[in-house]
């Protein structure tokens, strides 16, 4: 069964083709190759045995997208990973980020309308969610005022393949909202590689860890949260991984109840930053450079998810840990210090 992977040479795109590879889909990646290297792809060939059909891609180009599909008009699914993510880099680019992310999906909601490709999963974020009144969040919370135009984006996507789902009966979509991604693959070939200085949190703690960059700041400790820094779901990469693949087959064996569904992927813990720290230097015996800043704009307070929907209808289980995750997240900059 071939499956169309968009931002497959991305972080979270790279690790599901992985686990699609290893449970016997063929993958069809596109990538434009803007915030990812292509040397990702021989390091999912190595781990993976298997080659991978690769097309250098702008999504925001019509044509070439039609093109490709109608090349793999016989794919069972598609899995849209490819946007830009960058929570701050969206506050201070907002047109880069609309442009990019919505043109991107309505060119291949297109060619999946066009041919008919029955199966589709969305990358959402529990950016959605904005500052939620309760926590955990279901997937019924209600949704409040995106934070950043990253977070707008993912809202506007998510209503945007809603009402295609309405008038396009026979294909069946899945709304992902990820949590905190973070880890990287236990080969250690594979993880986040960030383009200029990180954003995220964790690439920030091992680039500082490492001695790439001198100091960490906390961006807040005065939030109404039980340490005063941000808490949010941190999750390992892999886990997340595999819940596409889970939900690719959840759509193929037509387990859906409707044809636009949606499902929180989190590890279902609140983790504050400073915690996040402390569990780095648990697992890695590293000590770590930090500072109290100030807040960064764009964050929402604290986010977690309750993900009984997913452990239940997709029977997806978390694998890993945080400390795991922060090793594994280790064990990749090391990796990385050898490499780049
Ligand atoms: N964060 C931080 N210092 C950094 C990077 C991130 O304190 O250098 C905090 C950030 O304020 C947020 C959390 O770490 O509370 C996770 O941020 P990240 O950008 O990784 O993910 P987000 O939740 O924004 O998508």
Known sequence: MKVIVTGGTGYIGSHTIVDLLENNFDVVCVDNLSRSKKYTLVEIEKISGKKINFYQIDLCDKQAVLDLF?????????????????VPESVENPLLYYTNNIDSLLNVLLAIQQFSIPNFVFSSSCSVYGNAEQLPVTEQTPIKNAESP???????????????????????????????????????????????????????????????????????????????????DYIHVCDIAHAHTLALNFLIDKKNTSNCDVFNLGSGNGVSVLEVIQAFEKATLQKLNYTIG???????????????????????????????????????????????
């Not at 699914?77 to 830009?84: D, E, M, P």
């Not at 506007?156 to 899945?174: L, M, Q, V």
């Not at 997806?316 to 050898?338: H, I, P, R, T, V």
């Open 294 to 340: 100030a807040r960064r704009a764009g964050d929402v307070v604290a986010v977690y998810a309750d993900n009984t929907k997913a452990a239940k209808q997709l029977n997806w289980q978390c694998k890993y840990n945080l400390e795991d995750a922060m090793q594994s997240a280790w064990n990749w900059e090391l990796k990385m210090q050898e490499l780049f």
């Open 150 to 232: 990253y977070a707008h984006t993912k809202q506007i996507g998510e209503d945007i393949i809603r009402n295609f789902a309405n008038t396009n009966p026979r294909i069946n979509s899945i709304l992902l909202r990820y949590f905190n991604p973070i880890g990287a693959h236990p080969s250690a070939l594979i993880g986040e590689i960030p383009i200029d200085q990180p954003n995220n949190l964790v690439p920030y703690i091992t680039q500082t860890a490492i001695g790439k960059l001198p100091q960490l700041t906390v961006f807040g400790n005065d939030y109404p949260t039980r340490d005063g820094s941000n808490i949010r």
């Open 70 to 86: 109608s090349e793999h008009n016989d794919a069972v699914g598609v899995i849209h990973f490819a946007a830009l993510k960058s």
